[in-house]
């Protein structure tokens, strides 16, 4: 490994590329630690309750940072809710339909349409934050209290402050996709979600006893230690056989003669990959199971009696993420948006269209329809298995954090959106390197 990191960094081209990227990871970090200009003390009282649950679970999978109010709080989620958005509306709505068909051209005008809707989604999220979180709060500075609240002027201050953070990590990605290498914005979520890897061990060497202290003690011990470095590989083995994971189809090409040569008539597979809609459903299924929790707690505090009891209990029940029912809702949620977002993003009868004109056919299936159908029972009966898998992944975080009393920040990083992010762009960096590499006749890195 030292040696094909030290051809990297012999590669002019290349080294020049990785340690632009770094640099621009570096400044995105330093971001994080620039508070708004009206904040006191950033770092600490940090919110506390269902909201601060709610900013700690988005924070993991959107490379923002919510528990504190900085310039980079927001991170890059208005961008990913942004491109969700059209990539949502692309499918059902004519117009975006054919944009997306239209080539580079195309592609330029829905990046454009979505730094837009990215500017919009950044002003209301920032101020319904600052309404939140900071507005009348002890974490704002006295000198800009007027009244016990901040006046219009600062708000507008540090709705726009946030949107052009976000605006400016936006910037950063594209820099990182033009000039440095891999892609911008899964590089920015994933060094979010790495960033927090120191905090968690340091977290997890403080309460840890050097002893045998038995399982289930609430304290972690060796045994605990062990039980944990096992897991994560386990884990990890288990995300990246998935990951790349597929569903081969043979095809074959069909013959045609062209003076005395015979071309065609090999034969080749059609990829389906077995988690075809990638880390999608946690994200949708997570947000959405966040969402009523919230809601409840605060409509709680506006009633009395036993309608604010009931509230509260139920509110309790769906913020608990070690509850029985969460877990089930949770599961039913990821297979839910597993089929639904792989209906979005795989169409059969494209695909089908496209082996036909091509002139490749699957063997046993006549072109048209029923090669249709065939994909689609295929890509239905794959869908399962990478729900199920999504869904595994998904509780383990939970069944960590409840059977072996290991603190949530720690429990979080065996499993979930995390984990999963982490994996997939480190194997997408890791194959533009390789492309870099074999190119200049140099072995990959995965390669030994």
């Known amino acids: 490994m030292i040696e094909k990191l030290r051809i990297i960094f012999s590669i002019p081209e290349l ?3 990785v340690l632009l990227t770094l640099g621009l990871l570096a400044i995105y970090r330093i971001g994080f630690h620039i508070p708004l200009p009206m904040i006191a003390a950033p770092d600490a009282d940090a919110p506390q309750g269902g909201a601060a649950d709610f900013f700690e679970k988005v924070s993991m999978f959107a490379a923002s940072d919510l528990r504190n109010a900085t310039i980079f709080g927001l991170g890059i989620m208005p961008y990913i809710s942004a491109s969700i958005i059209f990539q949502l509306l692309g499918s059902v709505w004519k117009p975006l339909e054919e944009l997306k068909k239209e080539g580079e051209a195309g592609r330029k005008k829905l990046n454009e349409y979505t730094r837009y809707l990215t500017v919009l989604i950044c002003l209301i999220q920032s101020y319904l934050y600052l309404k939140l979180m900071l507005i ?8 800009f209290l007027v009244e016990g609240g901040l006046t219009i002027g600062w708000q507008i201050v540090a709705v726009l402050v946030m ?4 605006v400016f990590l936006m910037w950063l990605g594209e820099q990182i996709d033009e000039y440095g290498i891999g892609n911008g914005i899964s590089l920015l979520i994933m060094a979010g979600i790495l960033a927090q890897m120191p905090i968690a061990l340091y977290e997890l060497i403080g309460n840890m006893q050097p002893n045998l202290v038995g399982l289930g003690s609430g304290t972690i011990g060796v045994e605990t230690l062990i039980i944990l470095i096992v897991l994560f590989v386990s884990v990890v083995f288990g995300v990246v056989f998935i990951t790349l994971g597929q569903r081969r189809i043979p095809t074959q090409s069909a013959k045609f003669t062209r003076g005395r040569r015979v071309y065609g008539g090999t034969r080749q597979f059609l990829p389906l990959r077995i988690n075809q809609a990638g880390v999608m459903p946690i994200i949708f299924a997570s947000s959405l199971l966040m969402i009523p929790g919230v809601l409840l707690g605060f409509l709680a505090a506006r009633f009395e009696g036993t309608t604010s009891e009931v ?3 139920t509110s309790t029940t769906l913020g608990d993420g070690t509850s029985f029912l969460y877990n089930m809702l949770y599961i039913l949620l990821i297979f839910f948006f597993c089929y639904f977002w792989t209906a979005i993003t795989f169409n059969p009868k494209e ?16 072109p048209g329809k029923r090669t249709t159908d065939h994909l689609e029972r295929v890509m239905v009966r794959i869908t399962y298995v990478g729900a199920a898998f999504l869904a595994i992944v998904a509780i383990v975080p939970t069944i960590v954090y409840a059977s072996l009393g290991v603190p949530y920040s720690i429990a979080g990083f065996y499993g979930g959106t995390g984990l999963l992010i982490a994996v997939s762009v480190a194997f997408d960096l890791i194959q533009k390197i390789d492309s870099h590499l074999v190119m200049r006749n140099y072995r990959g890195m995965l390669e030994a």
């Open 351 to 366: 695909m089908s269209d496209q082996l036909k004109e091509s002139g490749t056919f699957i063997p046993g299936y006549r």
């Open 163 to 166: 949107t052009c953070g976000t």
């Open 15 to 17: 080294r020049r590329k």
């Open 311 to 313: 509230l509260n209990r």
């Open 136 to 143: 009348g709060g002890d974490r704002i500075d006295p000198d």
